[in-house]
């Protein structure tokens, strides 16, 4: 299977997202937040960096319940920039 490339609209929607949910983590431990929604730490530190920049929509899920943040406004972040001020 051939994946195409990501756009650079694409790789910065994935950073927004990752923006949103490190401000939504605050001063929680990264390791217990991803064991939390079942994920390695280096899997929440990569999506959080943007350097994985798609993730599964069953990881969104439970990073959305573990962060008790609505998965609507990580859909507005990928999609539309969501401010991370407005997050809070």
Same mark, same amino acid.
Do not use: H, P, V
């Given at each position: 299977m051939v994946r195409n490339p990501l756009t650079p609209e694409q790789i910065e929607a994935g950073r927004r997202l990752g923006r949103l949910l490190r401000a939504a983590? %605050?001063?929680r $431990?990264? =390791?217990e937040v991803a064991c939390a929604a079942g994920m390695s730490s280096e899997?929440?530190?990569k999506i959080e960096t =943007?350097? /994985?920049p798609t993730p599964s929509f069953g990881t969104? %899920?439970?990073l959305s319940e573990v /962060? $008790? /943040?609505p998965i609507q406004d990580l859909a507005a972040a990928w999609r539309d920039g969501l401010r991370l001020d407005?997050?809070?």
């Open positions: 983590r %605050a001063d $431990d990264l =390791g899997t929440l530190r =943007g350097r /994985l969104i %899920a439970c /962060l $008790d /943040l407005a997050a809070s």
